[in-house]
């Protein structure tokens, strides 16, 4: 389990909210305790300081925006916070019907909104008309932990960051994220990224989307631990689970299930959608790595998922100058009839370096999965460690009933993994022992479990063997959301929605989204 815990500065100051109390609304005690969100005095509140919001002895719900507005400072950042005491320690619920529509929205810097008591999570924000967060154009650096983010009527979190310094800071994590009218995260930016990775984090949530799971323009993120699906198919947008146009991502030991739900046919859908050169051309394209992820569909023969688990659009609008530290390793596939399409569109490419599709499992019974490594003359297809220019290298995977087994490589196989009901290769599985170091990404499995067990990695997400305890994969819904077949109220509604009326009540289409509309992608 995790636990994060908050140092206050000796000379912080503690700053109280409770729409119960009595006393003098002047914040400075749960006895005199700002009355309402709207009563805080931003200009008392400074970088370093906390503001305990009451959750009373269960549970206390607010019926008004929290606008925090006021901007911490780098390592002092202000912290807005569930209260930690008997009596004020149960869940806060916000939420915001009609003007300004949004729960909480903000429009500062360096803030961290945490609804952390114990290991616990108790801060809801639901049934707003507009999205539950949302900030304005300048705010970064922002940290959302510990939230329930659910049935409010536009996207879960969204943000559009806009000029200068790049985004950096944002950290989401230990959140649920679930039954919104769009996209569970959209976060946007005109201005790139860092050149580096790690900047920003989204990690250990449990997100489950109508439209996008996550939909982010920017780059320097790492995206782990999530448990993302199932998502529903509704008459709106894409239910992508994550569509990423910038550089410099990582996206490891997360878990993407329940995918493949029945869409109408003109619906595109993914679970990874790299999708780069949308915005605008790329001199120095890639980097990025993919790994460790495990991608489940109970239910393979139904559905209409359109693009693959792991779908690599590269330059299909902008063109894009070189290709360089492209990983997709050590994923483990099962049921999808779509498995890995990589598609590169631009035809001014000038070079391809560090390219490779390696230690992946691809399981399907059935009819056979597709692949697809597309480059239009682009790039040759190669095993690892053969020599020439500008190669993709596919190797060591073990691509079982699928259309092109050669993309398995030299190295690899085309046989059943054996695989148990954990994902990971049991005793015995030729999937054991089978694959390529890549310990210059990485050295774990998605479990933690040191790579290699044996006298090599193993193929796929996890090693194998009987002396390993299986990781334990919950079911991702949140207490009391049913699945497809007994949706949320929001769900329901969107079951009877068109698309002339997929607008968010805070005026943001369905349709604003970063990868290209609806066409239908042929394998080939």
């Not at 707003?128 to 983010?149: H, M, Q, R």
Request: charged share 10%; proline share 5%.
């Amino acid at each position: 389990s995790f636990l994060l815990v908050f140092a206050t500065p000796s000379w912080a100051a503690l700053w109280y909210v409770d729409n119960a109390a009595s006393g003098s609304n002047n914040g400075t005690s749960w006895t005199n305790a700002w009355q309402a969100f709207a009563n805080i005095v931003w200009a008392s509140v400074s970088p370093g300081d906390t503001v305990y919001i009451s959750g009373g002895t269960t549970s206390k719900t607010y019926n008004e925006r929290l606008a925090a507005s006021k901007s911490g400072t780098s390592g002092n950042p202000i912290t807005i916070k569930t209260g930690q005491d008997a009596g004020h320690n149960g869940t806060v619920t916000i939420t915001m019907t009609g003007s300004p529509y949004v729960g909480i929205y903000i429009s500062g810097q360096y803030i961290t909104i945490s609804g952390q008591v114990g290991t616990s999570r108790k801060m809801r924000i639901t049934g707003c008309s507009g999205s539950g967060i949302d900030t304005s154009n300048a705010a970064n650096a922002i940290k959302l932990l510990y939230l329930e983010v659910d049935n409010n009527g536009n996207y879960g979190v969204h943000s559009s960051v806009s000029g200068t310094p790049y985004p950096a800071g944002w950290e989401i994590a230990y959140c649920s994220i679930y039954s919104n009218y769009q996209d569970a995260i959209q976060l946007t930016a005109n201005s790139g990224s860092v050149a580096a990775y790690g900047s920003n984090s989204i990690h250990h949530n449990s997100l489950r989307a109508v439209d996008d799971t996550l939909e982010i323009s920017f780059g320097s993120v790492d995206y782990y631990d999530n448990v993302i699906g199932p998502n529903i198919c509704g008459t709106i947008g894409h239910p992508d689970a994550l569509v990423v146009s910038g550089l410099y991502t990582r996206i490891y030991n997360n878990l993407f299930t329940g995918l493949q739900q029945p869409c109408p046919a003109n619906v595109i859908n993914a679970g990874i959608y790299i999708n780069q050169g949308v915005f605008g051309a790329i001199t120095d394209a890639g980097h990025f790595a993919i790994y460790n992820n495990v991608f489940y569909e109970p239910s393979p023969t139904v559905g209409n998922m359109t693009n693959a688990a792991i779908t690599i659009t590269l330059g299909k609008v902008y063109p894009l100058g070189s290709l360089t530290d492209c990983y997709v390793v050590n994923n483990t596939i099962i049921g999808h009839k779509n498995a890995i399409w990589n598609v590169i569109y631009t035809t001014t490419l000038s070079s391809i370096t560090n390219y490779y599709i390696e230690n992946n499992i691809v399981y399907k019974e059935g009819t056979a999965a597709s692949m697809r490594l597309d480059g239009g003359g682009n790039f040759t297809i190669r095993n690892h460690g053969e020599a020439g220019a500008n190669s993709v290298f596919s190797d060591y995977n073990d691509y079982y009933n699928t259309n092109n087994p050669s993309f398995a490589g030299s190295h690899g196989m085309t046989t059943n993994p054996n695989l148990g009901t954990d994902y990971k290769p049991q005793p015995g599985s030729p999937a054991m022992d089978h694959g390529i170091s890549w310990a210059s990404l990485f050295t774990v499995d998605r479990a933690g479990v040191s790579r290699p067990q044996g006298s090599a990695w193993d193929i796929g997400a996890y090693e194998g063997g009987e002396d390993i305890t299986p990781p334990v994969i919950t079911n991702p819904l949140p207490s009391g959301v049913q699945t497809c077949d007994a949706e949320s109220p929001v769900d329901k509604a969107l079951a009877a929605t068109s698309n002339e009326n997929a607008t968010g009540k805070y005026g943001q289409s369905g349709e604003n989204d970063l990868h290209d509309p609806p066409q239908a992608v042929s394998a080939s």
